[in-house]
């Protein structure tokens, strides 16, 4: 473990891996390491004359949305308030990849930053868990989320049509419609990247951008389900299906798991 600036707290070093026995057989013969036999297939810990170096830890335990990889190390910083700090995170155009979470005693989150390299937070030190915590609004269902603004457009709608769309109605993507079917969305990021690619706005359809490998949920999914869906998946928008259906937010997941 690596000090960090905050007298008595450190940074925490994972390994998640989904085969944690060919793990431990691998850093025991390659460092010397010792490995603590796992309670259970979910942890071990890894020490060095002694001093625990890293925790080895399945992927399903950060909540299955860990799961994009087959192995990677994770370091994970302490902060003094994990709720404002992945707020901050969200706002500064990173990615909350797993929504905070109880581990171990501490409330523990994963974010991506822009430029894409994947960073724990912890609140509570090693030695000293955090305080119990408000839940927020995570067993809620989805509904009392969702905006019933939701903005369609047709395939054939150019790229300029549609990134007037966004503009106007102050939305971060847009539906594209089929015969009164959702056949894809359009999100910033998809206009973004078309337009790095070279796309010309009046000659390229919302057809040939739009995603079609959607995430959904029903009316009545917890929040905090679907939050986990979004962050496995990377998405900032999620489609809700149902009486009270409409579209959801990463934002107002996170302020609603923080309320």
């Not at 609140?123 to 408000?134: F, V």
């Not at 359009?186 to 040939?208: F, N």
Request: charged share 25%; hydrophobic share 40%; glycine share 10%.
């Amino acid at each position: 473990m690596t000090p960090s600036t905050k007298p008595g707290w450190t940074a925490l070093v994972q390994l998640v891996t989904n085969d944690i026995e060919r793990s431990r057989a691998f850093y025991r013969a390659v460092l010397g390491w010792e490995l603590d036999e796992p309670g259970s297939d979910a942890e071990t810990t890894a020490s060095s004359e002694g001093e625990p170096v890293a925790t080895f830890r399945r992927a399903d335990a950060l909540g299955g949305a860990a799961e994009r990889a087959e192995a990677y190390w994770l370091t994970s910083w302490p902060v003094d308030d994990l709720d404002a700090a992945i707020t901050r995170a969200a706002t500064a155009e990173g990615t909350v990849l797993v929504p905070p979470t109880e581990i171990d005693g501490h409330r523990f989150a994963v974010v991506e930053d822009p430029a894409g390299a994947t960073v724990g937070l912890y609140e509570g030190s090693p030695t000293s868990p955090a305080e119990d915590h408000p839940a927020g609004r995570g067993d809620e269902p989805i509904s009392s989320l969702a905006s019933r603004y939701v903005i369609s457009v047709e395939g054939r709608s150019s790229l300029r049509a549609v990134v007037g769309h966004l503009v106007e109605g102050g939305v971060g993507f847009v539906v594209v419609d089929d015969d009164g079917s959702v056949a894809g969305v359009v999100s910033e990021h998809d206009i973004i990247r078309a337009i790095h690619d070279g796309a010309e706005l009046d000659e390229v359809w919302a057809t040939d951008v739009m995603s079609t490998d959607l995430v959904t949920a029903r009316d009545d999914e917890p929040v905090l389900e679907v939050a986990r869906r979004m962050a496995a998946n990377r998405v900032r928008h999620v489609l809700v299906f149902g009486d009270r259906g409409g579209v959801v937010s990463i934002r107002d997941v996170i302020e609603a798991l923080v309320a």
